[in-house]
């Protein structure tokens, strides 16, 4: 497969988990037409689960801007937009800073895997599990909530995002694991399948376990599970902490996302307005609240 269909998969298996998560969450919504795809999740804080996408490159970034701002100015959201840094947005990058959304943090790798990982084996007292049941749903909600909270997450995001289990265990696409100290749960990742590549998300250790390199094993777990249902090729957005962890293990740097946030809720524009009446009369549009 050519690195550039990697990166076009890759960015495509994105935003298909970005549509998936809107029905994890009971404040979820979607709304998709005419090259633009807008997702809210359960979470009102900007860089989480709100964000705003082009599905088609053709589509004019003013015009994607003006329907995020409708779209989440409804929801009393901020919301984020995440431009690739490999040429392909530049114009997006541009419409970005044109219209007052702030560049946040630093650049965000996209990693690739390629190949199984070797798998190694964890402490006696560790054993990983694959989610099964409402409760696993709730363990990994748990684990996260204490390891991005080192990043200042609020303690009620992961509850907000997964409070509808139910539709996370029937999604055939989604898979978790949880490594287990004894009966505590203490590490995490999950696995998204679509257009055969697979991307990591929510990959977390619990503060106080970080001395056990336990990511290293869900990471091998959540990578390998991946590849068992199809995936050619797995990837992942890896913070600063966990960069150098997935080198190590065989993920590769692609290219970079910037993230360009709407901090606080966008007031609805009279052309933003005018648009979002001409959008729904368009049939191809897709709306779920």
Known sequence: MSVQLDARLGHQNLMAYNRAMTQWCSRGALHEEDGALLVAGGSWIPLIGNGAFRTEE??????LLDRADTFFARRKRGYTVKVRESGEDADLQEACEAHGL????DPIPQMICRRRLERTTPPADVCLREVRDEEGIADFAAVNTD?????????????DMFDRPGRILASTQTSIVV???GTRPVATALSFVSDGVACLQWVGTVADARHLSLGRFVTEWATNNAFERGATSVTLQASAMGEPLYARLGYETQYHYREYVRWEPPASSPMGSSRA?????????????
């Not at 702030?102 to 943090?105: E, M, P, R, T, Y």
């Not at 390891?147 to 509850?159: L, Q, R, S």
């Open 58 to 63: 053709a589509v004019a970034p003013g015009a």
């Open 102 to 105: 702030v560049a946040f943090g």
């Open 147 to 159: 390891a991005y909270a080192t990043y200042g997450m609020p303690a009620e995001v992961f509850v």
């Open 179 to 181: 490594g287990y100290r």
């Open 277 to 289: 009446r001409e959008s729904s009369r368009s049939s191809r549009a897709v709306t779920r609240a």
